[in-house]
């Protein structure tokens, strides 16, 4: 572990590990199959980044989030450690030099998308590079009872085949224990070997507030309290018309959705973490790899799908470890809200048919083709040319993915890239038989490494400045270079990007698992039932169902969201409340009437204080009668 102490000091300038970090690293050095629950901003990454570097060979890194598989890769970069991501969107050309780059180069990383493991052009290469570590993120995506169900996942297990001496780390931060033994079982883990980190968060206030005007609530939310905050919204037109209205009434606020282009998306992003704005306002596009540790306040104005990914989204809050609120705003109109949602997010197979074949003539696709094709998608135009509801087309678009036909991406910020085709020999005599061309080619290398042997990112805007040319004329020469097959040009992408994972099929073809699809239409009921019952629970502290959910049955009450509270206003402090808990859990070592209980205690501590903790503990899970109608206590 001295090694791996040493890497986390080279590169992230950290002496120690985090609680768990260090056992975890230990178990994958082992080569133990290993899966880590952690929760967000639990330092995930590092317990297969330093293990990585500290063997000799390079770690694949399985994740969906293509916006945070750049980041990292990205960050990795700036700390001098080669890595390469492969995902969705990329031209065949640069997958293979990548690939390439993984055999033969010294690349410590390479990340790709669950979509990319199936694909021939990675079963090839993936038996001649030395790989050191499988590395599964989001790995709850695997498993059919967790909320974000990807086929593309389960490919996994066929490349274990392939190389089945490597150790794999799965990690998550929100899993239930059935999602646990699936995820093992779907990994083929040689034996079950699972490290938890507490869910709880002590410094997290968990508020829910009954409202019925939630926007001007959100003005006592915010006025009272300092610090940077995030309003969470399921729509695109709320956020503007939230940020709006706090900013006329003095809050510092903008707002930040999918559809905004990537520059306006950074611009705003980057405004936020500097303080300079202090209330973003979003959708659930906001939170890839946002890492702002001073967050105070988190507020769902409309209730999440699921706990899953209220407990992600409300953790973005105090990471710091200094007090911080979760706030969720709740009326009747939220559970009308609910039945609406199962309905358009579940659309009938026939209608998800219908959106299937639609999508091979909008993308004009002949029967049979179109694997591995990737296609500019623009949602809007899509749902115009056929007249189809947006949030149905979307929905159904969705269940193909999940079925595992197509895969949709959001809006990705694809850099322009430029590869040298001649070697350097050649490229020479080319300019010196082209001299237009040649101060141009020199800019080229002069500004970026690695042009010969790797597609690199290039920005036009700043070879423009540095030429003192126009930015028309830097796209000419690069268009006539590319056409001359001087170098490969990539232009810039920044749109949705739609993959057929499989050929385009027949109607009579295309089979749409019912089973399946009642699966997931269940679970998403299921989950959407447990976000009712956090939200209008009276009796139950607010962190105990929370924690309940993901498996820690040990959890007890915080004693500070608004339930607690609410039960230490019954004039039961919390030294008093104890003490009765203590006396009844003595006395429970058989089940007692509660006459009986009542007869040993109440003159102790009174009949009210005693009905009330008691009250509490069967609210709580904590006490249960029996079929005899005695009460005892539940280990």
């Not at 040493?6 to 690293?25: H, T």
């Not at 640069?94 to 180069?105: K, R, V």
């Not at 695109?236 to 998306?265: C, P």
Request: proline fraction near 3%.
């Amino acid at each position: 572990m001295d090694k791996c102490r040493k890497i986390l000091m080279q590169y992230w300038g950290f002496s120690q590990f985090r609680p768990l970090q260090e056992d975890i690293i230990a178990s994958v050095l082992e080569k133990k199959d290993t899966l880590a629950l952690m929760p967000t901003g639990g330092g995930k990454s590092i317990t297969f980044q330093v293990p990585a570097l500290a063997m000799d060979g390079i770690c694949i890194v399985v994740t969906p989030l293509i916006a945070l598989m750049k980041d990292q890769v990205e960050g990795l970069k700036k700390k001098g450690i080669k890595a390469v991501a492969v995902y969705s969107g990329m031209s065949k050309e640069e997958i293979d030099i990548a690939m390439d780059n993984c055999i033969y180069g010294d690349f410590k990383f390479l990340y790709c998308s669950p979509e990319r493991l199936g694909t021939e052009i990675f079963r090839m290469r993936l038996p001649k590079m030395n790989v050191n570590l499988l590395a599964i993120d989001e790995s709850h995506c695997i498993s059919q009872w967790g909320y974000d169900f990807r086929p593309s996942y389960l490919k996994i297990a066929e490349i274990r085949e392939i190389i089945p001496d490597v150790p794999v780390l799965a990690v998550t931060a929100t899993a239930t224990p059935i999602v646990v033994d699936d995820i093992m079982k779907q990994l083929k883990f040689r034996q079950p070997n699972v490290f938890r980190m507490s869910f709880e968060r002590k410094n997290l206030v968990y508020l829910v507030r009954e409202v019925e005007d939630k926007i001007s609530y959100l003005l006592k939310v915010f006025g009272p309290t300092r610090g940077s905050g995030i309003v969470y919204v399921r729509n695109r037109m709320k956020t503007k018309e939230i940020s709006d209205f706090l900013n006329k009434n003095g809050i510092s606020s903008d707002y930040y959705h999918a559809g905004l282009t990537d520059e306006l998306r950074s611009s705003k992003q980057d405004a936020w973490k500097s303080g300079r704005v202090r209330v973003i306002v979003a959708t659930n596009a906001f939170g890839m790899g946002i890492d702002k540790p001073d967050v105070r306040t988190v507020v769902h104005v409309d209730l999440p799908d699921s706990p899953e990914a209220y407990f992600q989204e409300a953790g973005r809050a105090g990471r710091d470890g200094n007090r911080s609120f979760a706030v969720l705003l709740y009326n009747t109109n939220d559970k009308l809200s609910i039945s609406q949602r199962i309905e358009t997010n579940f659309p009938d197979l026939f209608e998800v048919k219908t959106v299937y074949n639609a999508l091979g003539n909008f993308f004009q696709i002949p029967y049979g083709s179109g694997k591995y094709m990737a296609y500019d998608f623009d949602l809007a135009k899509f749902v115009g040319t056929y007249r189809m509801n947006v949030q149905k087309a979307y929905s159904s678009l969705k269940i193909l993915e999940q079925e595992g036909y197509i895969e949709v991406t959001d809006s990705i910020n694809n850099p322009s890239k430029v590869k040298f085709l001649l070697g350097r020999d050649d490229l020479y005599r080319f300019q010196v038989a082209n001299e237009a061309f040649d101060a141009f080619i020199k800019l080229l290398l002069r500004s970026y490494e690695g042009l010969f042997s790797s597609y690199v990112s290039i920005d036009e805007s700043v070879l423009s400045k540095r030429a003192n040319i126009p930015l028309d004329s830097v796209y000419k020469y690069l268009n006539k270079l590319s056409s001359a097959k001087i170098l490969h040009y990539i232009p810039r992408r920044n749109k949705p990007v739609v993959v057929y994972t499989e050929e385009r099929l027949e109607d009579k073809a295309l089979l749409l698992s019912v089973e399946s699809y009642r699966l997931r239409k269940d679970r998403y009921v299921e989950k959407a039932e447990t976000m009712l019952h956090y939200a209008t629970a009276t009796n139950k502290c607010r962190s105990v169902i929370l924690l309940q959910y993901f498996g820690q049955n040990d959890a007890y009450r915080c004693g500070q969201c608004d339930v607690c509270l609410k039960r230490n206003e019954a004039d039961v402090s919390k030294y008093e409340f104890d003490l009765i808990v203590q006396d009844i859990k003595n006395l429970l070592h058989e089940p007692l009437l509660l006459v009986d209980i009542s007869k040993k205690l109440e003159q102790r501590y009174g009949s009210e204080k005693l009905t009330k903790v008691i009250r509490y503990l069967l609210d709580n899970g904590k006490l249960k009668y029996n079929e005899e109608q005695y009460l005892q206590w539940v280990h």
